[in-house]
């Protein structure tokens, strides 16, 4: 694996920031853009079918991302040997931070998914119900989680 890295290391670390751009990025455009502007369709069924399609767009915009993200940190982690170095810790908490943004992402998808047969089988109310959560509390948790994240990468890089 350190071979592997020494050989292509700016495009690992490429990849890695990328994903973590993809990921962060998006869901601040998606909470703070793309929902404020949501807000402006006044057909709730119309509002929510939007709201559906852009989350599920976005979904399959991150998952390769997330993936991108988890390989490149490993392969940073044995390539720089970070293991034997005090800075490990940070790359340990960096990954953990990851992780846990992970798990609540692919709660946010399951979510996502039980609201579209909801709203498949006309139970809008239930729909719109089972989505507010993720724009309240777990997109802007996830947030608040990717920029510490990018931080602690950002330290790491400066050491």
Known sequence: MKELF?????????LHVISAVLWVGGMIAIRFA???????????KIKLARTLENLKRFFNMVIPAILVLLITAIMMILGLELK???LYKVALIKE???TVMT???IYIYIKRVKAQKYFDNGEV???KATLEPIAKIFIPTNIV???IAIF????????
Request: net charge negative; hydrophobic share 55%.
């Open 84 to 86: 034997s170095t005090p």
């Open 34 to 44: 793309v929902h404020y502007s949501m807000q402006n369709i006044e057909e709730p």
């Open 125 to 127: 109310a239930l729909a």
């Open 103 to 105: 798990l609540i992402f």
């Open 152 to 159: 602690l990468g950002v330290t790491l890089r400066g050491f």
């Open 145 to 147: 989680l990717g920029l």
């Open 6 to 14: 020494l050989s292509i290391p700016s495009l690992i670390i490429f």
């Open 96 to 98: 953990v931070i990851w």
